[in-house]
């Protein structure tokens, strides 16, 4: 500190300890002392107000605490909201923040807001250098006469500073500096007032400022004012709603007209209105007309997360709970899943997700034909585009809310007395993405055991003997497809007997066929090939099954005990699609973020498709091939032996499609999964609440004809893209 600024605050001290109450008319001799700081150099002179509580401990203490004060502002970017959108980039599905906040250039402001905040906050913003010696002195006298705080003396810019120390405050001891009143604070905000607006023009304080105000209704920054208010953007504020907003800035709760009487809000208002008179920023005749105007809201709720999409869109709630679950598992938003959740909300990203609206919309329509929400069966599917691994719908028989109170009965008896069913209404992940097992997927699972042996070098023309009934290898315990100790599967009908190769195995779901082709191959080869291709295990048996210490002995796992999830058996067939391309399932199209930026993570866009070659390319093909004879497209070289499941799939796409069907014991799921080289879907019907409560017959073609149409819709307009055939040595052998 400078001679001349340690003598010129002592004389500030000395003077300030000879103030009494009634000293009114001393106060007028705080300017010579003012112009001597200036005169002297010194930028300080409005720190009078802070250093009356330092009066008592003497000049130099004083003195050598204003030295220690910070010079400089170190801004911490604040909270902003994150923007969710669907795969358009337009349509906005949620938002995620705990400060709804968009930052807006001062341009993109009504000039009314700006000149309104000032009238309302620092009439003589544009005169001072951070601190407004006036203001002081002015504050200075009306708390002594009130014998406390009846006045601050607090400039736009020393505001300003308070709100960049809370935002930028890392733990709470530092939020309560920021905000505590103290001395230390007052001279912490006034020293970096003075030096901020040597830096930084007055434009961009009352820039920050407006983007930093809390205006109430979680309403964080003008931007979110205006939206939260008036429902309309900062450019488009009236005279009236700029005074209004401009107001509630001092008192947000007291001047709310939201939810009080609007009686403190208006002459809060009309306060601002002839403040804005005064320093000339509207006419007498504006301000008179502007007082006479009654407060008009157009209140708006921001949606934040996820159960607050759009209500006509309830649907999209289950693929934002997929999105907000997948980027806590990433490490690119921090350290771990609740930094990462913290990010989401507080830093400003633009999302473009995957989803497609319009296939949403045509899979929310044909699972709704088959299975209403209301129903104890959940009806879902899932489409993936293969080759990028992006999820374009998830859509189920739900309502994607917290509020069950009206749901049905559970549909466990034993469990009715203490929990409603999650239905209609649930959070519960049942598409995917969450911590639910998932459902038995039945004969899906054949197409491990196939790519497995395909992959193994097995031909196409690998042929078995299949008998009505097979007794196998695996040891199992006792029930009703055992055989003394071993593990006894049959097939659905009595037409699947006879000589079976994997064309016409895999058409018709021969059980005795596939549990002689895995003993071949080795169940274990079948488990890992599932893992390959993005499966996990989620239940205490399936992991202790899939161990290499017993991987080998599940016979069972061909024919699907194991459980699955809708977006694990979509993206299985999608990597059928892009000819054994790997794509991780990816909610995300575009991340930007606050400042426009493609968000990276170690030089990868993190947004990015996440692929890489799994299978050979011809080992996909041959899978691909016997998966058409299930859909009734046919084979391109082999014979599917006449019949198939899921005939009615082709019948009504019109288009090259495979796939596979499946259902489990006693009917308690019905599953299809199909594809295209465009598009791959996995549709199911299952109770989630209780996985022994069977679907019936009469459900069980309900996913081929949801899967189907799903897809036809989807395609429409789009080239017929065929599959290309696999090499001759994949269908023969070497």
Request: proline content about 5%.
């Amino acid at each position: 500190m400078t001679d001349a600024k340690r003598e010129f605050t002592s004389a500030v001290l000395s003077y300030l300890r000879g103030v009494t109450k009634t000293g009114l008319a001393k106060a007028g001799r705080l300017a010579p002392l003012i112009r001597a700081g200036l005169i002297a150099g010194v930028a300080i002179a409005g720190l009078v107000f802070p250093l009356v509580a330092l009066a008592g401990v003497g000049a130099k203490t004083g003195a050598d605490a204003l030295a220690s004060m910070p010079e400089q502002l170190t801004v911490v970017p604040s909270a902003q909201t994150t923007y969710v959108y669907a795969n358009d980039g337009k349509t906005l599905l949620t938002m995620f923040y705990e400060e709804h906040r968009k930052p807006t250039k001062i341009e993109d402001m009504s000039p009314y807001i700006t000149s309104a905040i000032v009238a309302s906050e620092d009439t003589r913003f544009y005169e001072h250098n951070g601190v407004d010696p006036k203001g002081v002195a002015r504050a200075f006298v009306a708390n002594q006469q009130a014998g406390g705080v009846s006045q601050g003396a607090s400039t736009l810019t020393m505001q300003y500073v308070r709100m960049a120390l809370r935002d930028g405050a890392r733990t709470p001891k530092e939020a309560l500096e920021a905000t505590e009143q103290t001395t230390a604070r007052k001279l912490r905000e006034m020293r970096l007032a003075i030096e901020l607006e040597k830096r930084v023009s007055k434009e961009e304080i009352l820039q920050r400022y407006l983007n930093s105000a809390y205006f109430g209704h979680r309403a964080y920054g003008i931007f979110a004012a205006a939206e939260v208010f008036f429902s309309k953007t900062p450019k488009q504020l009236t005279l009236t709603e700029a005074a209004l907003l401009a107001g509630l800035v001092k008192a947000p709760t007291a001047y709310d007209p939201a939810v009080n009487d609007r009686t403190a809000a208006t002459e809060r208002r009309n306060y601002v209105i002839d403040q804005m008179r005064k320093m000339g920023s509207i006419t007498a005749a504006q301000a008179d007309s502007a007082r006479k105007t009654k407060i008009k809201l157009k209140l708006t709720s921001p949606p934040n997360d996820c159960v607050s999409v759009p209500k006509k869109h309830n649907d999209w709630g289950f693929f934002c709970d997929y999105l907000r679950n997948w980027w806590m598992e990433q490490p690119a938003f921090g350290a771990d899943p609740q930094e990462r959740l913290e990010n989401l909300r507080r830093g400003g990203y633009r999302v473009v997700t995957t989803i497609d609206p319009k296939i949403q919309a045509s899979a929310m329509e044909h699972i709704l034909d088959k299975e209403k929400k209301k129903s104890v069966y959940a009806h879902g599917e899932v489409v993936i585009e293969p080759g990028t691994g992006r999820i374009k719908a998830m859509a189920v028989n739900r309502r994607y809310s917290l509020d069950q109170k009206n749901n049905g009965e559970h549909s466990d008896r034993r469990k009715r007395d203490d929990i409603r069913g999650n239905y209609p209404n649930t959070v519960n992940p049942l598409l995917g993405g969450g911590d639910m097992a998932g459902y038995q997927a039945g004969s899906t699972f054949k197409i491990f055991t196939m790519l497995a042996a395909l992959d193994e070098g097995m031909p196409l023309t690998t042929a078995f003997n299949a008998p009505q009934r097979y007794v196998s290898k695996y040891i199992t315990a006792p029930g009703p497809a055992t055989c003394g100790i071993h593990w006894c599967p049959k097939n659905s009908s009595a037409s699947m007997t006879g000589r079976q190769t994997m064309w016409s195995g895999f058409g018709k779901s021969v059980n005795t066929y596939f549990v002689q082709l895995e003993q071949k191959v080795g169940a274990e080869k079948a488990v890992r090939m599932a893992e390959r291709l993005g499966l996990k295990w989620r239940t205490d048996v399936d992991r202790e099954l899939a161990t290499p210490e017993h991987a080998g002995g599940w016979g069972a796992f061909t024919l699907g005990v194991s459980d699955a999830t809708p977006i694990e058996m979509a993206n299985v067939f999608a990597t059928l699609a892009a000819e054994g391309t790997y794509c991780e399932p990816i909610p995300v199209r575009l991340i930007n973020t606050r400042d426009g930026a493609s968000y990276e993570y170690k030089g990868k866009k993190v947004a990015g498709p996440r692929c890489h070659q799994e299978l050979r390319p011809e080992v996909a093909q041959a899978a691909t091939d016997a998966a058409r004879c299930v859909t009734g497209y046919g084979a391109a070289k082999g014979d599917c032996g006449g019949w198939q499941t899921s005939p009615m799939v082709h019948a009504t796409l019109h288009r090259p499609v495979a796939g596979k069907s499946g259902t489990t014991d006693s009917n308690r799921s019905a599953w299809f999964c199909g594809y295209t080289p465009q598009l791959a879907a996995a549709a199911f019907v299952a109770d989630p609440d209780n996985p022994e409560n069977t679907v019936g017959t009469s459900r069980g073609t309900i996913s081929k004809y949801t899967v189907a149409e799903t897809l036809k819709d989807a395609l429409k307009g789009k080239p017929k893209e065929k599959f290309n055939p696999p090499p001759d040595f994949m269908v023969h052998g070497d």
